[in-house]
C-alpha cells in the first residue's frame, strides 16, 4: 500500500552542521508531500509542503524538493541550531479520490548541541 | 494566531471504561480529523469528518469508536470501552476546508491516554 519511509534516529549534529533527513514514498497518483515538526511538548506543525512534481517547499531555512522521479522529500537545512530539536515527520495526502488522510513516516528525532 | 486546542493534556482510565477527548478545532475550518501515535509507532489516520458525518475512516476506527460535533465549537473523540491498546497520543487536526490534497492540516497538542 501506499507508504512514507524516513531515516531513523536520532540525528545528532552540532550547531551550524548540515542537516540532511531522507523521507522516499510509495503513492499512485500524484501525492502532495509535507514536512510536520513536533518541538517537546507540543503538537505537530507544518513546516513545509510541495503539492507537485519539482515543487520546492521551504520555510525556516528548512528545505526539500518533490522529486517524482526517485520518490524522494528529503528535509535540508544548510545550518542547524539547537532550537531546531525536534522530531521530523515526512507525511503524504491524496493518494486517492476523496481522501485528504495524512499518511505519516515514523518520525526523525534531531538532536542539536552547541 | 488561532490554533487547535485539546483537553485533557493527559487521561488515565481503566480498561473497560469510556473516555471521551475533546477538541476545539480552529474557527473557520470545515474539516476535522483524529489521529493516533502508539508510543514509539507511527502517526496513523483514524477518522475525518466534516458536515456533520464521517467522511473517511480507517480499520482502526471500529465500532468502539466514535465521532461527535456536540456544539459550534467542540469536536469530541469516544471510546466506549478502552483497552490496553489503545493507549497512545490522540491528535486532533483541522483544515479550513478548500478541499482536495493541498488543504493543510492544523494539529493540537495533542492527548496522551493511558489505559491501565
Known amino acids: 500500500g501506499d507508504s512514507v519511509t524516513q531515516m531513523e534516529g536520532p540525528v545528532t549534529l552540532s550547531e551550524e552542521a548540515f542537516l540532511t533527513i531522507n523521507c522516499t514514498y510509495t503513492?499512485?497518483?500524484?501525492?502532495?508531500l509535507f514536512w510536520y515538526v513536533q518541538y517537546p511538548g507540543e503538537g505537530l506543525q507544518l513546516l513545509l509542503k510541495a503539492t507537485k512534481a519539482d515543487d520546492k517547499g521551504s520555510n525556516k531555512g528548512f528545505e526539500a524538493t518533490y522529486r517524482k522521479e526517485t520518490t524522494s522529500f528529503h528535509l535540508e537545512k544548510g545550518s542547524v541550531q539547537v532550537s531546531d530539536s525536534a522530531v521530523y515527520f515526512c507525511a503524504l495526502c491524496g493518494l486517492s479520490y476523496n481522501t485528504d488522510k495524512l499518511i505519516f513516516g515514523t518520525g526523525t528525532r534531531l538532536q542539536v548541541f552547541p | 494566531e488561532p490554533e487547535v486546542t485539546q483537553t485533557p493534556s493527559h487521561q488515565v482510565t481503566q480498561m473497560g471504561q469510556e473516555v471521551i477527548l475533546r477538541c476545539v478545532p480552529i474557527s473557520n475550518h470545515l474539516y476535522f480529523y483524529w489521529y493516533r501515535q502508539i508510543l514509539g509507532q507511527k502517526v496513523e489516520f483514524l477518522v475525518s469528518f466534516y458536515n456533520n458525518e464521517i467522511s473517511e475512516k480507517s480499520e482502526i476506527f471500529d465500532d468502539q469508536f466514535s465521532v461527535e460535533r456536540p456544539d459550534g465549537s467542540n469536536f469530541t473523540l469516544k471510546i466506549r470501552s478502552t483497552k490496553l491498546e489503545d493507549s497512545a497520543m490522540y491528535f486532533c487536526?483541522?483544515?479550513?476546508?478548500?478541499?482536495?490534497?493541498?488543504?493543510?492540516?492544523?494539529f493540537g497538542p495533542g492527548t496522551r491516554l493511558t489505559v491501565l
Open positions: 487536526a483541522s483544515s479550513e476546508g478548500q478541499g482536495g490534497t493541498t488543504d493543510t492540516q492544523y
Open positions: 503513492a499512485t497518483g500524484y501525492p502532495s
